[in-house]
């Protein structure tokens, strides 16, 4: 079983910076990706920012300039850099890992998430 544990959320006033982290245990896969998502009340989850475990990564163009995603391959850690955080930042923020593995010629994704941490940031 896999087990995502984040931590690093919290109220920061616009401008500020915040740094997340997320730790993976369990059964990985050396090829993955992990990421963060987040989720504002009334919206639907969103992507934030992915790393791939050979460094290729991917932004959302709301963070683009301001966040900064990284990992710990040993450590099967990921880390999200938030500077110059906005009102509109405020969300719950997840943690993603996703995994695949080829059965049969079949891609078959594997997809384990974070409980959620909470940043807030006050105009």
């Known amino acids: 079983q896999v087990q995502l544990v984040e931590s690093g959320g919290g109220l920061v006033q616009a401008g500020g910076s915040l740094r997340l982290s997320c730790a993976a245990s369990?059964?990985?896969?050396?090829?993955?990706?992990m990421g963060w998502y987040r989720q504002a009340p009334g919206n639907q989850r969103e992507l934030v920012a992915t790393?791939?475990?050979?460094?290729?990564?991917n932004y959302a163009d709301s963070v683009k300039g301001r966040f900064t995603i990284s990992r710990d391959n040993a450590k099967n850690t990921v880390f999200l850099q938030m500077n110059s955080l906005k009102f509109e930042d405020t969300a719950v923020y997840y943690c993603?890992?996703?995994?695949?593995?080829?059965?049969?010629?079949?891609?078959?994704?594997?997809?384990?998430w974070g409980q959620g941490t909470q940043v807030t940031v006050s105009s």
């Open positions: 369990g059964s990985i896969f050396s090829i993955n990706a």
């Open positions: 993603n890992l996703h995994m695949g593995e080829y059965r049969s010629g079949w891609y078959i994704p594997h997809d384990y």
């Open positions: 790393v791939s475990s050979d460094g290729r990564t």
